[in-house]
C-alpha cells in the first residue's frame, strides 16, 4: 500500500517531485507474492490500482543505492541497522521520518477492512508530511 500511495503522490506532483525514485521490497517476503485482496480493495477506494504489483526481497545492493530506506516498525529498523550497519543512518520508520516519533504502522495482515482503511490513512499521512519534508 505504502509503495502505491508514494506513487500516486509523486506522479500527481510531478512538477515538486520529479527528482524522487523509489522501489519497495520486504524483509520477510518470497518474490512474486501478490497484495491481499484487502489491500487492493482498499487502495482502490483511492483510485490506486496495485492489482499488478508484486513483491520482491530486499537486497543488499537496494539499500545501498538508497538516500533513506523507510520501513514500518521498530523491529524492522533494529534488524535492518543488525543487517546493513554501514546504512544505520539512513533507516528509519516511517513515522520517525515524518514526525520525529518511532512509532510502528502495524502490519494490516490477517485483520478485517476497517483495520486496512486505517493503515492506509497512517501511511497516507506519514508519506504527505514526508512530501513537505523533502520540497523544502
Request: no cysteine; charged share 35%; hydrophobic share 35%.
Amino acid at each position: 500500500m505504502a509503495d502505491g500511495l508514494f506513487e500516486n503522490m509523486i506522479e500527481n506532483n510531478k512538477d515538486n517531485y520529479s527528482n524522487i525514485s523509489h522501489t519497495s521490497a520486504g524483509i520477510y517476503v518470497f518474490g512474486g507474492e501478490r497484495p491481499t485482496d484487502e489491500a487492493i480493495k482498499v487502495m482502490a477506494e483511492e483510485g490506486i490500482d496495485i492489482s499488478q504489483y508484486r513483491s520482491k526481497g530486499l537486497t543488499e545492493k537496494m539499500v545501498e543505492d538508497a538516500d533513506v530506506v523507510f520501513v514500518m516498525t521498530k523491529n524492522h529498523k533494529n534488524y535492518m541497522r543488525n543487517s546493513y550497519p554501514s546504512a544505520s543512518e539512513k533507516i528509519f520508520t516511517l513515522k520517525e521520518y515524518a514526525y520525529g516519533k518511532e512509532d510502528d504502522i502495524i502490519d494490516p495482515f490477517g485483520e478485517g477492512m476497517e483495520v486496512y482503511r486505517k493503515v492506509k490513512e497512517d501511511i497516507k499521512d506519514a508519506l504527505e508530511e514526508i512530501l513537505q519534508k523533502m520540497r523544502g
